[in-house]
């Protein structure tokens, strides 16, 4: 007698039957046990009693289902498969063949088909195995950059992201700032205080987004570059993008820990904006460090001195070129620059000329390093695209927009200018504010909006109401 198979239920089932036949249960009781009714427990009793064990097993364990598909369907459903749907998904293949070849099988059905073909894989199947890459040897080698964005201050304020730091050789958290989203002036604001801090490492290690690298191979402008990896070649510190999240291991896990504990040390500390959580952002790295920090393979750090004679403000700005026309106009972010007719202006008619667009809202149009005095008159566009394209998330730019529609409810047209994330007020940020009250303090009769002002040239180190 050969080796019968039989399932879990089919061996509770042959133990209650046992103690059935040898009058150790009722009926009743052993129908109960079994969950189902007493006339088929005589049944099974009967089949027990003439064929012993072997008989309680299903009989139809190893042969083809009733409801089975031909042989001919599987085949042709895989041929039709292999030629037009290899890279499909069962369920998306299914849908296909019976909406264009009127061949209905289940999206089960077919997922196995094709598993046994070789056709397709399960997710976890496909899943490629990260391999683990060992520390860096040197503090400052390379420093992993990243946003978390998240609700830091849980219901006490609105969601907003934290730029994080992470050294690679240690897990050490160089530098933690809160802002309202990632973008290009926030990471520069945090990258000078980084500098300022410790100095320039070897290399930056990131994600692919827009804000370090240039998504499109065939972009005219900005030589290859974004703002923020023209600003790391003017300094000699090298970027390098992950393919993926995993690859950046350290700072992702960091996330983690933090959006953990900084969370709740926020919330002990009754914490509820982002210019407190800064201003506590100190003690707590020195504390988490000293907690988490792992003692580099080598002892030297290769963080370099900043050289005094580059001025920091004038590297981590936006920097465009715009062309002068000759009606002396330089057009910049929806604007209108308008240089004065005097001194060495009036002969860069078709010329080239450098706008610096700086984090703390000042603008300057300048000329092989000189400035040049204008004016300035916006165009009254309701959304700047220039606003997001930057920008890593939306939340922070939407909010900023409804708080502007807001505030003139009467008006079905926002006098919206071109704006950066993080950028603090100056020309660009407060002008769409001085049209608003302007616009109230006019007639309504009068159809045209603007707002012209004299920008006299400035220092970089001037600030942003020395351009008003």
Known sequence: MGMVVMSKRELNRLDVLARLDSDRLTARAAAELMAITPRQTYRLLRRYRDGGATAIANQRRGRPSNNRLPDVVRDHAIALVRERYADFGPTFAAEKLAERHDLKVSRETLRSWMRQAGIWMSRAERKRIQQPRHRREHIGELVQIDGSEHRWFEDRAAA????????????????LRFVASESTFAYFEALKAYLRRHGKPVAFYSDKHSIFRVSNE???SGNGMTQFGRALSELNIEILCANTSQAKGRVERAHHTLQDRLVKELRLASISTIEAANAFLPSFVANYNGRFAKLPARDKDLHRL??????????LCWREQRQVSHQLVVNYSRMKLTLKPEGIA???????????????????VRWKGRSLP??????LQRVSHAAIVENKRLGEILAWIKEQQDRQPRLNT???????????SGLLKNRALRMADAAKSKSPGRGRRRSDMVVSAAPAHAPSEAAE
């Open 160 to 175: 907003c992201t934290l730029l994080v730091f992470v050294d690679d050789a240690t897990s050490r958290l160089m530098e």
């Open 218 to 220: 065939n972009a005219v």
């Open 306 to 315: 900043l050289d005094p004679l580059q001025d920091l403000d004038e590297v």
């Open 346 to 364: 009036v002969r860069l008619r078709g010329k080239m000329v450098d706008i610096y667009d700086f984090p703390d809202g000042r603008l300057e």
């Open 374 to 379: 204008y004016s300035a008159f916006d165009k």
């Open 414 to 424: 926002i006098p919206k200018g071109p704006r950066r994330s993080s950028q603090m």
